[in-house]
């Protein structure tokens, strides 16, 4: 059984006048990776999610009507087309990284310049948005046992906590160093009850 979110492959061809062609290939051009995802099994289209290492993802989709309700995806309608996004949500909030929406019931005239602001303004993000590659991780509480650790990293942007182990669990990293610090002291409080 498949579990959600996972990847699709299927695009329309460009010849089925719809935005995921024109979408991929404004990515591709300025080296921005994705894949494409159905987060929810209910819902009726699939995003495209940018693929950076260590950074969140950004979720990209179009926006549409055709004389009927609104449809939102990667691979929608180009008639009536009306607006494109491109979200994301991570340790300092959830904000637009691209945002173009046409006053109703105006449609967006050049698709292709459009996917393209969008696909320059993600580059952008991508280019600035705050990396751990490199942070200087202490490590300031640990489990020998379970060899379970919890690690801080200071960067410009603030404090970073991370706790991991070889076992798989994690938590972070993140800016809400009070919320990793708590998982890691409930996790060691599993580890250290005594079996009833």
């Known amino acids: 059984m498949t579990s959600w979110p996972h990847d699709l492959s299927k695009t329309a061809p460009a ?13 591709t ?49 180009l008639v009536g087309l009306f607006g494109i996004s491109a ?7 959830t904000r637009h990284v691209h945002c173009d929406f046409t006053e109703a019931p105006a449609d967006i005239t050049d698709p292709a310049a459009a996917a393209d602001a969008m696909a320059a303004d993600v580059a952008a993000h991508l280019h600035t948005y705050p990396s751990l590659t490199g942070a200087q991780w202490v490590a300031i509480a640990s489990h020998p046992a ?36 708590d998982a890691y002291q409930r996790r060691m409080a599993d580890l250290t009850a005594e079996p009833r």
């Open 146 to 181: 379970s060899r379970t650790e919890y690690r801080e990293a200071v960067t410009v942007h603030g404090a970073w906590a991370h706790v991991s182990s070889p076992t798989g669990y994690t938590a972070g990293p993140s800016l809400d160093t009070d919320r990793v610090w």
């Open 15 to 27: 010849t089925a006048e719809r935005t995921g062609t024109i979408l991929k290939a404004a990515l």
């Open 29 to 77: 051009a300025h080296g921005v990776t994705f894949r494409v995802v159905k987060p929810w099994h209910s819902l009726p289209g699939a995003s495209l999610v940018t693929t950076a290492p260590g950074q969140p993802g950004v979720w990209i989709d179009a926006h549409s009507h055709t004389n009927g309700p609104a449809v939102s995806g990667y691979d929608v309608p």
């Open 87 to 93: 979200v994301i949500t991570d340790d300092f909030n």
